[in-house]
């Protein structure tokens, strides 16, 4: 009991007899006793409020579930990442940032063959005058 062998607990009982006399000694045994009693009591109801506030065991179980289903899930998903249709598209067609700077570059000149030029003939310049429109006066209107 409490770490305490025979021989130490008969030395308190002596002790106890002699400074409290055989007839109180009954009285402190029972108050020891309630005292030991409700000490217990009070370590074992902090003990189940915390487990009830804190629940780790249970915590840490559905911890462990929930990642158990995301590894099963990550796992199921890996089989999915090589069906995008878009891995086709861009192997066959390239990205569309590739194919922007093709289409965007500056193409060198061709080279010109005889054969195929025609003469252009020089633009005609016409010109083009426009009259001024005179306007007659009314009796009541002005210019």
């Not at 990550?74 to 990205?95: A, R, T, W, Y």
């Amino acid at each position: 009991m409490f770490g305490m062998g025979f021989m130490e607990i008969l030395f308190i009982a002596i002790v106890a007899i002699l400074f409290l006399g055989p007839d109180k000694l009954p009285g402190a045994m029972v108050d020891i006793a309630k005292f030991f009693k409700n000490m217990k009591n009070a370590v074992g109801e902090a003990k189940r409020a915390l487990d009830e506030e804190v629940n780790i065991e249970e915590l840490k179980r559905e911890a462990m579930g929930y990642k158990a289903k995301l590894d099963e899930a990550n796992q199921e998903l890996q089989g999915f990442k090589n069906l995008n249709p878009m891995n086709e598209v861009k192997s066959e067609f390239g990205s569309v940032k590739d194919n922007f700077a093709q289409l965007t570059q500056l193409e060198q000149p061709r080279p010109v063959m005889e054969s195929t030029t025609t003469q252009v003939e020089p633009k005609q310049s016409k010109e083009i005058t426009f009259k001024k429109k005179t306007v007659k006066q009314d009796e009541g209107i002005e210019k």
